[in-house]
């Protein structure tokens, strides 16, 4: 299957957009309403689905759709493509919050990436999104990311977006890294995903951490966030008076509980 | 068997590199991006089970630059390979494929018991309904007599203001000489009253009151047409239908309140605790019921049948008597009737000793 190769730029630090360059012909997706703009020539185009072409019929473009509604993504999927005569032209998809858009050329990781749900953003058309379920209960439950995670597949580029800072590492064989359950962004398929219980009560109950992590391990390259989402929203909400400054922080039971009684309203501010 | 790796190594991308593969029986050999071959000894090779899902198969092994891991997604030839394994490799394959099954096993039951968990409250809600007469009839039975009179004389009182009781009149007697008739041998001690009232209708109260209106005296032709509805009506007192009504209502609350969150809970619980109205099953059980006693008592069942057929005729007017509303269609308690007399066949008749003309007369 013919990918499109397309040219980007990034701009911005930690509110960042992407600018893809289309040659005449080519084609991106992007998450609906994620574009920001898009110069002549780029026509914008809705189909059901996921707009790669592995999916053929009416039903398999439904079971597509329905994948994508797992996921957290719309039923539709935006396709802007170059259909001028000639030259490059631009469109930019901008990340909805603060954080770091990561390029990800979907060959070099072995053609599958699986990623967290909600963080795609845009592509080359011809990649597939689908789903990743997760079947360990224990990491379904626990894990930080619920039962249902993105897949991307392809020979294309694909752009990943999350909150704060992202990381990548690259995991040797047989190498563990133990991650915050809510900071996983996305991994290879080769990598082991887990969860380990932190171990110690006392640890679980009062080192706001969660009861576990998530234990990664190699080979394969993982792409970690600094900032979940959920833990900035929560610490506004904390600071919002408005709001009552009930909290729950990611993955963890316990803290969620402690902060969100009376006590910890009157303990855990931190205005 | 050749196959193709997504292979880790020293000096390979950090992403992976997809590389060809081939075992035979005493090597792994992988074909590096510059078509050098690297070959290992199976015997240095482990093999371990991995990835999302515990999908991938890698073969690791290390050398002095470090380690190595190739890594095979492909169940097909998965397949193949627990197959025909390499003899080197049979035992640790062997291993990897039964640490699969047993981690879909382990899968398969994990998610059946979180899905019965969350199915759980349904089921019961289910099993509740289906078995709802036999638990409404256990949860009714624990009730001690004492709590029944009471709760029967909170209605009667509330009921009491809202009547014209007729009191020391010919239908008095003949109600109170019927009724004590149709509940010999009860552990209830019954009252009976007459109630100034034109609709054809009587009612019971849980704990041994029934009242009578004076129209259903009016619209009778004989004392065995009363008595069918006395027999009737003695019947919801005797299956303390009012209990077991209230205890499907409060049980059917709970069982919603459970599987679907707060239903606002002690608003609903009031208002069905005043409605409280019999459900057509209690009353065909008291048509049924009813029947029998007519029959130990010696009583014309005919009576019953005629009553039913004036109530029928009424309701095809416009106005319904009130009796009606909760009650199965009459047609249909008719034919129900009378296929019940005639299983039952024939009894003894003894007419009922009561001056019916000067009964009717005294509530006109």
Same mark, same amino acid.
Request: glycine letters at 12%; one cysteine or more.
């Given at each position: 299957?013919?990918?499109?190769?397309?040219?980007?730029?990034?701009?911005?630090?930690?509110?960042?957009?992407?600018?893809?360059?289309?040659?005449?012909?080519?084609?991106?997706?992007?998450?609906?309403?994620?574009?920001?703009?898009?110069?002549?020539?780029?026509?914008?185009?809705?189909?059901?689905?996921?707009?790669? =072409?592995?999916?053929?019929?009416?039903?398999?473009?439904?079971?597509?759709?329905?994948?994508?509604?797992?996921?957290?993504?719309?039923?539709?999927?935006?396709?802007?493509?170059?259909?001028?005569? =000639?030259?490059?032209?631009?469109?930019?998809?901008?990340?909805?919050?603060?954080?770091?858009?990561?390029?990800?050329?979907?060959?070099?990781?072995?053609?599958?990436?699986?990623?967290?749900?909600?963080?795609?953003?845009?592509?080359?058309?011809?990649?597939?999104?689908?789903?990743?379920?997760?079947?360990?209960?224990?990491?379904?439950?626990?894990?930080?990311?619920?039962?249902?995670?993105?897949?991307?597949?392809?020979?294309?580029?694909?752009?990943?977006?999350?909150?704060?800072?992202?990381?990548?590492?690259?995991?040797?064989?047989?190498?563990?890294?133990?991650?915050?359950?809510?900071?996983?962004?996305?991994?290879?398929?080769?990598? =082991?995903?887990?969860?380990?219980?932190?171990?110690?009560?006392?640890?679980?109950?009062?080192?706001?951490?969660?009861?576990?992590?998530?234990?990664?391990?190699?080979?394969?390259?993982?792409?970690?966030?600094?900032?979940?989402? =959920?833990?900035?929203?929560?610490?506004?909400?904390?600071?919002?008076?408005?709001?009552?400054?009930?909290?729950?922080?990611?993955?963890?039971?316990?803290?969620?509980?402690?902060?969100?009684?009376?006590?910890?309203?009157?303990?855990?501010?931190?205005? | 068997?050749?196959?193709?790796?997504?292979?880790?190594?020293?000096?390979?991308?950090?992403?992976?590199?997809?590389?060809?593969?081939?075992?035979?029986?005493?090597?792994?050999?992988?074909?590096?991006?510059?078509?050098?071959?690297?070959?290992?000894?199976?015997?240095?090779?482990?093999?371990?089970?991995?990835?999302?899902?515990?999908?991938?198969?890698?073969?690791?092994?290390?050398?002095?630059?470090?380690?190595?891991?190739?890594?095979?997604?492909?169940?097909?030839?998965?397949?193949?390979?627990?197959?025909?394994?390499?003899?080197?490799?049979?035992?640790?394959?062997?291993?990897?494929?039964?640490?699969?099954?047993?981690?879909?096993?382990?899968?398969?039951?994990?998610?059946?018991?979180?899905?019965?968990?969350?199915?759980?409250?349904?089921?019961?809600?289910?099993?509740?309904?289906?078995?709802?007469?036999?638990?409404?009839?256990?949860?009714?039975?624990?009730?001690?007599? &004492?709590?029944?009179?009471?709760?029967?004389?909170?209605?009667?009182?509330?009921?009491?203001?809202?009547?014209?009781?007729?009191?020391?009149?010919?239908?008095?007697?003949?109600?109170?000489?019927?009724?004590?008739?149709?509940?010999?041998?009860?552990?209830?001690?019954?009252?009976?009253?007459?109630?100034?009232?034109?609709?054809?209708?009587?009612?019971?109260?849980?704990?041994?009151?029934?009242?009578?209106?004076?129209?259903?005296?009016?619209?009778? &032709?004989?004392?065995?047409?009363?008595?069918?509805?006395?027999?009737?009506?003695?019947?919801?007192?005797?299956?303390?239908?009012?209990?077991?009504?209230?205890?499907?209502?409060?049980?059917?609350?709970?069982?919603?309140?459970?599987?679907?969150?707060?239903?606002?809970?002690?608003?609903?619980?009031?208002?069905?605790?005043?409605?409280?109205?019999?459900?057509?099953?209690?009353?065909?059980?008291?048509?049924?019921?009813?029947?029998?006693?007519?029959?130990?008592?010696?009583?014309?069942?005919?009576?019953?049948?005629?009553?039913?057929?004036?109530?029928?005729?009424?309701?095809?007017?416009?106005?319904?008597?009130?009796?009606?509303?909760?009650?199965?269609?009459?047609?249909?308690?008719?034919?129900?009737? &009378?296929?019940?007399?005639?299983?039952?066949?024939?009894?003894?008749?003894?007419?009922?000793?009561?001056?019916?003309?000067?009964?009717?007369?005294?509530?006109?």
């Amino acid at each position: 299957m013919a990918m499109d190769v397309i040219d980007y730029k990034l701009y911005g630090e930690d509110m960042q957009f992407v600018e893809i360059e289309l040659d005449p012909g080519e084609a991106a997706i992007g998450e609906a309403g994620a574009m920001m703009f898009m110069e002549d020539g780029i026509v914008m185009d809705t189909v059901f689905g996921d707009g790669s =072409s592995q999916q053929k019929g009416f039903w398999g473009k439904l079971a597509g759709a329905g994948k994508r509604l797992v996921t957290g993504e719309g039923l539709f999927t935006t396709v802007f493509q170059h259909q001028g005569p =000639s030259g490059k032209r631009k469109v930019a998809f901008a990340a909805p919050y603060p954080g770091t858009i990561i390029p990800v050329n979907l060959p070099d990781v072995g053609g599958t990436l699986i990623c967290q749900k909600d963080s795609f953003l845009c592509a080359a058309k011809g990649v597939a999104l689908g789903i990743a379920f997760q079947r360990k209960l224990g990491v379904g439950l626990f894990g930080g990311e619920g039962f249902i995670m993105q897949k991307l597949e392809g020979d294309g580029l694909a752009f990943v977006h999350a909150g704060g800072t992202l990381y990548r590492r690259d995991l040797k064989p047989g190498e563990t890294l133990r991650v915050d359950t809510g900071c996983i962004v996305a991994m290879q398929t080769s990598v =082991s995903f887990d969860i380990q219980y932190v171990g110690k009560l006392k640890s679980a109950l009062f080192s706001g951490e969660g009861l576990f992590y998530a234990v990664l391990q190699g080979p394969g390259t993982v792409w970690l966030q600094s900032l979940p989402l =959920s833990r900035m929203a929560n610490r506004i909400v904390m600071a919002a008076p408005a709001l009552g400054g009930r909290s729950q922080d990611q993955g963890s039971l316990l803290g969620g509980l402690a902060t969100g009684g009376l006590l910890g309203g009157m303990l855990g501010g931190d205005e | 068997m050749q196959f193709q790796s997504l292979s880790y190594g020293p000096g390979l991308p950090p992403g992976g590199s997809r590389l060809a593969a081939r075992l035979d029986s005493f090597h792994l050999t992988l074909t590096l991006a510059d078509a050098r071959p690297l070959s290992v000894p199976l015997t240095q090779v482990q093999v371990a089970v991995g990835g999302f899902n515990d999908t991938v198969w890698r073969f690791e092994w290390s050398d002095s630059q470090g380690r190595w891991a190739v890594t095979l997604e492909d169940p097909a030839t998965q397949q193949a390979l627990l197959a025909q394994p390499p003899a080197a490799l049979a035992a640790a394959l062997a291993g990897v494929g039964k640490t699969q099954r047993r981690a879909r096993t382990r899968t398969r039951l994990g998610l059946g018991a979180l899905g019965l968990w969350f199915a759980l409250p349904v089921l019961l809600l289910v099993a509740l309904l289906w078995n709802a007469s036999t638990l409404t009839g256990w949860a009714a039975s624990r009730v001690p007599l &004492k709590t029944e009179q009471k709760l029967g004389e909170m209605v009667w009182k509330s009921q009491k203001t809202q009547l014209r009781l007729v009191e020391n009149t010919a239908a008095n007697a003949a109600v109170a000489t019927i009724g004590a008739k149709l509940t010999q041998g009860s552990r209830y001690s019954y009252r009976w009253f007459v109630t100034r009232d034109h609709s054809i209708n009587a009612f019971a109260i849980p704990g041994g009151t029934v009242v009578v209106h004076t129209g259903l005296i009016e619209a009778a &032709k004989t004392p065995e047409e009363l008595a069918g509805v006395l027999a009737h009506e003695v019947q919801h007192i005797e299956q303390r239908h009012s209990l077991r009504a209230m205890a499907q209502s409060l049980g059917t609350m709970a069982a919603l309140g459970m599987v679907f969150g707060d239903v606002s809970g002690i608003a609903q619980i009031a208002a069905s605790l005043s409605q409280l109205s019999y459900s057509r099953d209690a009353e065909r059980d008291a048509d049924a019921r009813g029947l029998a006693v007519l029959k130990a008592a010696a009583i014309d069942p005919q009576g019953m049948v005629r009553m039913f057929e004036t109530l029928g005729k009424e309701s095809e007017g416009l106005n319904p008597p009130a009796m009606l509303s909760s009650h199965p269609a009459t047609a249909e308690r008719i034919a129900r009737l &009378k296929e019940a007399i005639a299983e039952a066949g024939s009894w003894p008749v003894q007419p009922l000793a009561v001056d019916w003309p000067a009964v009717q007369a005294s509530v006109r």
